[in-house]
Structure formats: C-alpha cells, structure tokens
C-alpha cells in the first residue's frame, strides 16, 4: 500500500491560517492563491528563458529609467492578468508602470490594493542567477468602485500581507499576513507550494553582511563607518561578518532572513534618496523582516512608518537581523552627532 506524504499545500495552509479568523471572507486567502499562481507561470518562463525568446532588453525604458527586460514586460503582464478580473483588487501599482493600474470596467472592483515589482534583480535574468517576484497587499481606504491613489499610498504599516517569490536553485513562496512568516517550496513534479519553511524567524545577529561596496566612495562618512564596523573594525560591537552580494534584493534578503544578516542600499552622491523604491520593495521586506524578529530602517527612521508621497519614491534600506541594523543607526547617529552635536533617538 503506497503511503501519501502528509503533503502541506499553500492552499491548506491558507485555510488554517484563515480559520483562526472567523470574520475572514476568504479573499484575503484566494488573492494569496492568484499571487501564487502568477510565481507559477513566471517561475515557469524563467525555468526555459534560455530555450525561448525571452532573454534581453526590449530597448524601452521603464518609468524607473531602466531598459525594460523581456521578462520584466512578461511578469508584470502575468501578475495583472492573474489579479484584474477577480474581484478581490480595487487597483493595483507595478515597479514597471507610471500609474496606478486600474481594473478594467468589465470586471468588479475587490478590497484589496495589490503593489508589486513584477522581477526584482533585473540585472541577474541574462546570466542565470537568482532574480523575484515582490508583493504588498492593502486593504482599500477608498469607499467603493474603482480604486484610487490613496489606496495604493499607505504607509508600510498599514499592509495586510507581504511576500516575495524567488526563483533560485528553487523556486519558493515566502509571505506575512502579520501571523509570522512562512516559506514554501514549488514542487516541480506536482506544480504545487509545499510548506517547507514554517515560521521562520531570523537570528538576532547575523553572519552575513551584503552591499554594493562599488558605492563606497559615494557613501556618507556614517555608513563608510557602520560597513567598515560590519566588516570588523568595531570587535567591542560585533563580531566580523562574512560578505555577500547576489545584487537582487530577494535573493540577499532570503540568505540573510534564513541564515542571519544584514542587507544595506544606502543613499550616496548617485542615488540621493537610494535606489530601491518605498513601496515595491522597501516596505514588503520590511514587513517580513520584522514579522521574522528582524528590523528595517532608512538608516534613521522605521521603513514600516514612512508615509510614501508618490508612487515611485525611493528609500534608504537598512535591513536585517534586528542588533545589526540597531548597530548601523547607532554608528550613523555617533557620527553625525561627532559632526554636529547630540540627535534624539527614534524607536526601533
Ligand atoms: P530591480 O531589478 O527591480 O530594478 O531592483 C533593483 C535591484 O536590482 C535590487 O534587486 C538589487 O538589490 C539592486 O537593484 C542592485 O543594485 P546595484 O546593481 O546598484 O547593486
């Protein structure tokens, strides 16, 4: 007699998380379902890019100024296809669109406002490395019928869950809907999220530290401080951490949420605010990490609490096991008051 594995799908999951609630509708838990599906079909064109034409750049810009990849154009369309015509989504913001993406009238406008970055770590997809899907979810603050800016313009604490998708040697599902975090694995042979990685908390120190040490030169003389203490420099602090660098943020924020460390993209003399966008990135990891028992800062300020003012701002992220990123806003704040005189500490 074959015995069936007791097999933990994402669905099952779903629904015993939701059964805890008993004013929950299900939407929640079916939208979680479609974002799902959407990981499928992407993770299913970037298993055979090499094999089909969706390797390279399409020649267009994105709003971000970047050359839009075949497979950014390719993920961004799956994940509006998989949401639009559900009526769970009131309005939806892509890294790769200038506005709001509207639900098309022929469909019922949902309570939910859905932000994502179709494929973060661009740079990775033509040479084979790791490369995700982020998501955000919020429930609408409009009253009803089509959404608005306003339901996609809410601070970071506001989310009702986050995730990312991340297509490296495996394919996984990790997401918070503020009941901790949760990691699933595709199996390719059934075509289903197997719960692999339940309640996954990050250690509080970590052993991993991973930058762009390109920027140095461009940084601040606070984070040349904090990345050198990281590094070593500061043994009454920290121990020396090893360096690690994937240059997409969902695979250095996985390594580092499993294996303990911190991530840092700091503001520098090129990218004055930073280079990763508030709402497609900054926030969604932000709230896994501290759903993780980690923390996630702009350097001084909490990333959950910054309230964005457009859609496509960008942030300073600190990000990580919870006494490394406290190191790095302490190191921050010494040198500037070395610089300038006394700051007042913001809560963590
Ligand atoms: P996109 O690919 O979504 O534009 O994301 C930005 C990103 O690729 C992050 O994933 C990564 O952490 C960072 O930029 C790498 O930037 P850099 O090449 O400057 O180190």
Not at 34 to 53: M, N, T
Not at 55 to 75: H, P, S
Not at 310 to 321: A, K
Request: glycine share 10%; net charge neutral.
């Amino acid at each position: 007699m074959l015995n069936t594995p007791s097999l933990t799908t994402i669905e099952k999951f779903i629904l015993e998380q939701e059964s805890k609630f008993p004013e929950a509708t299900g939407e929640l838990s079916n939208l979680l379902y479609d974002i799902a599906l959407a990981a499928k079909i992407i993770a299913a064109a970037i298993r055979r890019a090499g094999l089909v034409d969706i390797l390279g750049g399409l020649g267009a810009r994105n709003v971000q100024g970047e050359e839009q990849q075949k497979l950014d154009v390719f993920a961004n369309e799956t994940i509006k296809n998989c949401l639009k015509h559900t009526g769970r989504v009131c309005a939806m913001a892509s890294e790769e669109d200038e506005d709001i993406i509207p639900i098309p009238p022929e469909y019922p406008a949902g309570k939910y406002a859905v932000l994502y970055d179709p494929l973060d770590g661009s740079s990775n997809i033509d040479v084979n490395a790791a490369v995700g899907t982020i998501f955000s979810v919020y429930r609408r603050v409009s009253m009803e019928g089509r959404g608005t800016v306003a339901d996609v313009l809410q601070p970071g604490c506001k989310q009702v869950a986050a995730g990312y998708a991340m297509y490296g040697s495996s394919t996984m599902l990790v997401y918070t809907t503020g009941q901790g975090v949760h990691g699933f694995t595709l199996d390719p042979t059934i075509g289903e999220f197997l719960l692999s990685h339940p309640r996954i908390v990050t250690p509080r120190v970590g052993i991993y530290y991973s930058v762009n040490e390109s920027n140095f030169g461009r940084w601040s003389k606070g984070i040349q401080t904090a990345v050198r203490g990281l590094k070593g420099e500061r043994p009454d602090r920290l121990k020396p951490k090893n360096s690690r660098y994937a240059g997409s943020l969902v695979a250095d924020f996985h390594r580092n949420l499993i294996a303990g460390g911190i991530f840092l993209y700091p503001a520098d003399t090129k990218n004055p605010q930073g280079k990763l966008r508030l709402l497609y990135e900054a926030s969604p990891m932000a709230f896994l990490a501290e759903q993780a028992g980690g923390s996630a800062t702009d350097g001084v300020n909490r990333i959950l609490d910054i309230v964005p003012r457009s859609l496509h701002q960008r942030t300073p992220l600190v990000i990580g096991s919870r006494e490394d990123v406290g190191f790095v806003a302490d190191t921050l704040r010494e040198v500037a008051e070395r610089q300038s005189g006394p700051i007042p500490t913001p809560a963590l």
